[in-house]
Structure formats: C-alpha cells, structure tokens
C-alpha cells in the first residue's frame, strides 16, 4: 500500500503529527495534516513552519529565501 507523507520543500522535513502519524492514504490529505499542523502549502509545494515567514510588505506568509 502506497503510503503519502507530508515533505518540506526547503528542508525535507517530514511532518510528523504528535498523534505518531506520519503518513496518509492520499497526498491530499497528508497535505491537509501538514496544513492542520502549521505547515504553509503553496500550489505543488509544502513548507515547515520553519521555513516560511511572514512578509510585512505584501502581508503574505510566504517561504523563506534560501540560504546558500
Ligand atoms: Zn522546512
């Protein structure tokens, strides 16, 4: 059985709940887990609450740049 979880696009963290659920049926709704959990979901990407920020000029949660 394939198995969907929830993986940062800028850190590739998996989300794992506290509840010790760490993968779902369907991307979808490891997508809405991740979302429940904090996680920014932008389009095909997800994001940790790590890796994202608030941005005050445009009042948009959006990722952060980066770093190299
Ligand atoms: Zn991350």
């Known amino acids: 059985m394939t198995m969907y979880q929830a993986i940062c696009d ?6 794992a709940e506290s509840s010790g659920i760490i993968a779902w049926k369907s991307k979808a709704t ?3 887990a991740a979302f ?3 996680w920014l979901i932008v389009n095909h990407e997800a994001y940790c609450p790590d890796c994202y920020e608030y941005d005050e000029e445009t009042h ?3 990722p952060k740049v980066k770093e190299d």
Request: glycine residues 14%; proline residues 7%.
């Open 10 to 15: 800028r850190c590739g963290k998996p989300c």
């Open 30 to 32: 490891a997508r809405t």
């Open 36 to 38: 429940d959990s904090g």
């Open 60 to 62: 948009e949660y959006k």
